[in-house]
């Protein structure tokens, strides 16, 4: 079966390769003359998720109601499957959505309410049915399908708003929050979905969330926001190597601090910057082009660690920094604010 729909031919703006699904150059938009987005540009690959990032107030919101077509931007452009956004009705063929906060009528089926959706889009009464009935196997629903919305969990819920944003087999997914209000394991289940669908249908994905780890866990690609610019983007590995901070967090008993940030300073190529604001809790930077996560400079932390148990001194937490997400997020967010 195909999706039934006449679509005409469209000029793009802008050459895009063979592999990307969605294009977007200088997107800018401003509200009272007051700017929410300053020059976004980005791409995205087939068969991707990307992660989409920043604080409250940093243009997240406003660019996906332009790459959704809810809005438009005041000048720059994007593409989606090569289709300019000067077509928001093709735009809209090709894209699929699940908005943070989505109402369900409870009393239809999961079944009935896909089926709905899917006669919109130009199957028959029995197609809509059957493909419906595959979409729900796809999210892991097939056994409550002809069970009413209004007894589904969150998570059931979630999973059926990710089939409706399937419907029309879009070449790029928006995910808003999907994990919002689901426990651990619900929300590791669902990720694990969400990265099985973009790479079985060789589809891209646009993840908007709030909590750092799973963007890190799930995501292929990220975008950061800050005050409507973006602060870093690339993959996952590109992104840490832009903000990249090496260093280690150490945690040692209070009326040891002193004496362990004295030891630590005599190793060569160690700063010590953190100690006083929070007791007990210091903050240790590699100089001189020190990178502890190379083989060469491996001794690194353990000079540190065996000078602290050589003093006797306590280790109540040694953390390394700067592969993470999230150390990378709040460095750049914060730079954006000075």
């Known amino acids: 079966m195909a999706i039934v729909g006449s679509e005409a ?3 793009t703006t802008v050459s895009v390769s063979q592999s990307t699904v969605l294009s977007a150059t200088d ?3 401003s509200y009272d003359g007051r700017p929410a987005l300053r020059g976004l540009s980005f791409t995205l690959e087939a068969g991707r998720v990307l992660g989409f990032l920043g604080p409250n107030g940093a243009g997240k919101t406003t660019a996906i109601r332009i790459l959704t077509t809810i809005i438009e931007a005041d000048s720059g452009h994007f593409e989606v499957a090569g289709v300019s956004s000067r ?3 093709q735009i809209r063929r090709r894209i699929g959505v699940l908005p943070e906060s989505q109402g369900y009528p409870g009393q239809v089926t999961g079944l009935e309410y896909l089926a709905y959706y899917a006669r919109h889009y130009g ?3 029995s197609e809509a ?3 419906s009935l595959a979409l729900l196997q796809e999210v892991g629903m097939q056994k409550r399908a002809n069970s009413l919305i209004g007894t589904y969990s969150r998570g059931m819920r979630q999973r059926l708003g990710i089939a409706r944003a399937l419907v029309n087999n879009p070449v790029v997914a928006f995910l808003d929050e999907p994990t919002l209000g689901l426990d651990p394991k619900g929300q590791q289940e669902l990720l694990e979905m969400v990265r099985r669908i973009a790479r079985e249908r060789n589809a891209g994905v646009i993840l908007c969330s709030h909590l750092l780890s ?5 995501c292929d690609d990220v975008v950061i926001l800050s005050w409507g610019q973006v602060a870093a983007k690339g993959s996952m590995t590109e992104v840490a190597g832009q903000a990249q901070r090496n260093g280690v ?5 209070s009326p040891s601090a002193d004496q362990a940030q004295r030891i630590l300073e005599a190793i060569p190529d160690v700063k010590v910057t953190g100690n006083g604001a929070a007791p007990g809790r210091l903050q240790v930077e590699f100089v001189n082009g020190a990178r502890p996560n190379t083989r060469e400079d491996d001794g690194l932390y353990n000079g540190i660690l065996e000078a602290l148990i050589g003093a006797k001194i306590p280790i109540l937490g040694f953390e390394g920094q ?3 997400l999230q150390d990378v997020f709040l460095r750049l967010t914060q730079e954006e604010i000075q």
């Not at 967090?249 to 008993?253: A, D, L, N, T």
């Open 123 to 125: 199957w028959s009464t």
């Open 27 to 29: 997107l800018q938009k």
């Open 9 to 11: 031919t469209v000029a």
């Open 214 to 218: 799973e963007i890190e866990g799930v």
């Open 129 to 131: 049915k059957e493909y």
């Open 87 to 89: 077509y928001p009705e």
């Open 249 to 253: 967090r150490i945690h040692v008993p």
């Open 322 to 324: 700067g592969s993470r």
